[in-house]
């Protein structure tokens, strides 16, 4: 699987939009991008995934670079809750009897604050 | 109850017990997942059940046995942990074969060994 490389730690003001960069340099062409966030002491909570298009769904937009070398997921209006570790996971489609075993790293600590 | 819910979430036990994690998902998925998450470290892949059948066991310590009697109920078996065995452990379950990695995750049993 693609490694990926995530900044240890970002901020961000409550209500402004909330952009998180993930590096996926060597990312192979059926891999996909997916986001998922941790909340404290809760478990991680899908987000988002993508190929090559861009995404956008109820909770946030993910916008992946021509090259697919890169990606950033966008919360458009940062709330405090908000407020997590957010993991950038790059992994092949899963089909078949493929059950999608996912690796997490150490993800970016997003603070959302007043 | 709805998604994946885990009891107890709270528990603490002496290296010499011996206790229970249940998980147990209500969403019609196919593949079970135990994660462990100590302080400051990524999320561990523990074991995964694909059809209730254990596909993975990602080396843990024979004092965790996992079992899974159905496709619903994921169960993890503890015996003689140690301190550092101290930690949130997660279930998490996904549908194999519909082409995502998206999993659903529970809220935890944050496991203190004394």
């Known amino acids: 699987d693609a490694k990926t490389t995530q900044p240890t730690s970002m901020d961000c003001a409550e209500g402004r939009a909330a952009n998180l960069p993930c590096n996926h340099s060597t990312i192979s062409g059926n891999e996909y991008v997916y986001w998922y966030r941790q909340i404290h002491s809760q478990g991680p909570q899908y987000i988002i995934h993508g190929l090559k298009n861009n995404e956008t769904n109820e909770m946030a937009s993910l916008i992946i670079t021509e090259d697919r070398k890169s990606s950033t997921l966008i919360l458009p209006h940062a709330t405090l809750r908000d407020t997590a570790v957010y993991y950038c996971i790059v992994r092949v489609e899963a089909g078949g009897t493929s059950y999608g075993k996912l690796t997490f790293g150490q993800g970016t600590i997003l603070t959302v604050h007043p | 109850e709805t998604g994946v819910t885990q009891t107890p979430r709270h528990l603490v036990m002496g290296m010499t017990n011996k206790k229970s994690l249940k998980c147990e998902q209500h969403?019609?998925?196919?593949?079970m997942y135990w994660y462990k998450q100590s302080a400051k470290k990524p999320l561990e892949l523990m074991f995964v059940?694909?059809?209730?059948?254990?596909?993975e066991n990602n080396s843990v310590p024979s004092r965790f046995s996992p079992e899974c009697p159905n496709s619903s109920h994921l169960f993890l078996h503890l015996h003689t942990l140690q301190p550092e065995d101290s930690a949130l452990y997660l279930c998490?379950?996904?549908?194999?074969?519909?082409?995502?990695?998206?999993?659903?995750f529970g809220p935890g049993t944050r496991l203190t060994v004394t």
């Open positions: 969403l019609g998925h196919n593949a």
């Open positions: 059940y694909n059809f209730k059948e254990q596909t």
């Open positions: 998490a379950s996904s549908q194999v074969g519909q082409g995502s990695y998206e999993q659903y």
